[in-house]
């Protein structure tokens, strides 16, 4: 019951000691700074982990996955240029990016390509399954550190803040409802959808909000 309350009623984002009062600071703490990259990182880390599991990627990724396919370019340049196309949404929504947008675009990109060579391959299918698992419960906790830091969220949580705020519907039906729609796009365009696809589509809301709850509770 109190993991279902925290699903359900998270609907914005908290603030802590370290949280920038402003999130178009330009002259942010180096404790938020830090929170923010180490978050961002994570965040990397973990779509890398779906992409390195070989059981399907996040629904941005099957995006970018299929932009590859049609382009020179690798997938942390596909998600790179993709984000910087994302942001064109945001004039509707009235959003303003930030430093925390900015270094969403770079650090996630970068992690992408540089982390996937290091991280294991499974050909067990169990395995494939926890890979998938924990690569969706890391990039909830790092969502909870760049949200919380309030340097201005990365284009695609900019997207899902900006329609939470006029839908005011919970985190976590936002978030996987603009997932579910984004996988859409990216199979027709032939990015590698499966399993780990619908776990991510799914699950990514109800991590998001557990790894704000969690980031809120113990980092204040």
Request: aromatic share 12%; charged share 10%; with cysteine.
């Amino acid at each position: 019951m109190k993991l279902f309350s925290i699903l359900t009623l998270i609907k914005n984002i908290p603030k802590t000691s370290w949280s920038s009062k402003k999130p178009l600071n330009t002259k942010p703490k180096i404790k938020t700074l830090i929170f923010l990259i180490f978050g961002l990182f994570l965040f990397g880390l973990g779509e890398t982990f779906l992409l390195a599991s070989g059981g399907g990627v996040s629904p941005w990724t099957v995006l970018a996955d299929g932009l590859s396919i049609h382009t020179s370019y690798s997938i942390g340049w596909c998600t790179f240029w993709m984000s910087l196309a994302v942001l064109l949404l945001w004039i509707p929504l009235k959003q303003k990016p930030g430093i925390g947008t900015i270094l969403n675009i770079i650090i996630i990109a970068v992690v992408l390509d540089v982390a996937l060579p290091y991280l294991p391959n499974p050909e067990n299918y169990g395995y494939k399954i926890l890979q998938i698992i924990i690569g969706v419960l890391i990039t909830g906790l790092g969502s909870g550190f760049y949200l919380i830091s309030n340097l201005g969220p990365g284009p695609r949580d900019g997207l899902m803040t900006g329609v939470q705020r006029i839908t005011g519907k919970p985190i976590a039906l936002v978030r996987s409802t603009i997932e579910i729609a984004v996988v859409f796009f990216g199979w027709t365009l032939g990015g590698a959808a499966g399993l780990g696809t619908i776990i991510f589509a799914l699950g990514i809301g109800p991590a998001v909000a557990l790894g704000i709850y969690f980031v809120n509770k113990t980092f204040k």
